[in-house]
T-cell receptor, first 112, second 118 residues
């Protein structure tokens, strides 16, 4: 089966660093994505990992360990606008298509 | 990045009516389009995958006779919710992709359509 786990909610302080973890067990793996979703809006792409290691993109970094089925998203210098849901998604190949399987999302609340 | 639009953004309808939602890729030709449904405080659940000119592939548990998908061209896919009921009220999001390889940012999401069935 397909299983993607991430914490339901997290809180952090403006200016701080927060790490959102994601573990996955999927049949097939073509890469792992992180998306940000504000309430009532569509997800926006943050990062993509297919090889083990850390990918850095400004204030956001994402790490992947394929052997452990584990990823994290690291947000630095938190801003109030970073309050959103963060979705971990694994791309698998099934039924002739590459498709994304999403985790339930982590709601991050950033406080002053 | 690529732009995907959805229309309408909001729909309120009576129980028993049918609702059509359009998804368009505005500046690229989408080889594949995906339809997701998201209930409040839950994640996106893939409903179906469609390629232009072929029948959609539905995920387990999704009724293909209730959720009709037409992918008439490389830039347009439609989802019709037939005989909608209050439990169909949800946030429907489409995404479009081009290319076949798993490359960075392969799917571009539309802004979503919020459906409320009374």
């Amino acid at each position: 089966g397909q299983n993607i786990d991430q914490p339901t909610e997290m809180t952090a302080t403006e200016g701080a660093i927060v790490q959102i973890n994601c573990t996955y067990q999927t049949s097939g793996f073509n890469g792992l994505f992180w998306y940000q979703q504000h309430a009532g809006e569509a997800p926006t792409f943050l990062s993509y990992n297919v090889l083990d290691g850390l990918e850095e993109k400004g204030r956001f970094s994402s790490f992947l360990s394929r052997s452990k089925g584990y990823s994290y998203l690291l947000l630095k210098e938190l801003q109030m606008k970073d309050s959103a849901s963060y979705l971990c998604a694994v791309e698998t190949f099934s039924g002739g298509y590459n498709k994304l399987i999403f985790g339930a999302g982590t709601r991050l609340a950033v406080h002053p | 990045g690529a732009v995907v639009s959805q229309h309408p953004s909001w729909v309120i309808c009576k129980s028993g009516t049918s609702v059509k939602i359009e998804c368009r890729s505005l500046d690229f030709q989408a080889t594949t389009m995906f339809w997701y449904r998201q209930f409040p405080k839950q994640s996106l659940m893939l409903m179906a995958t469609s390629n232009e000119g072929s029948k959609a592939t539905y995920e387990q548990g999704v009724e293909k006779d209730k959720f009709l998908i037409n992918h008439a061209s490389l830039t347009l896919s439609t989802l019709t919710v037939t005989s909608a009921h209050p439990e169909d009220s949800s946030f429907y999001i489409c995404s479009a992709r081009y290319g076949l390889a798993a490359v960075q940012e392969t799917q571009y999401f539309g802004p979503g359509t919020r459906l409320l069935v009374l």
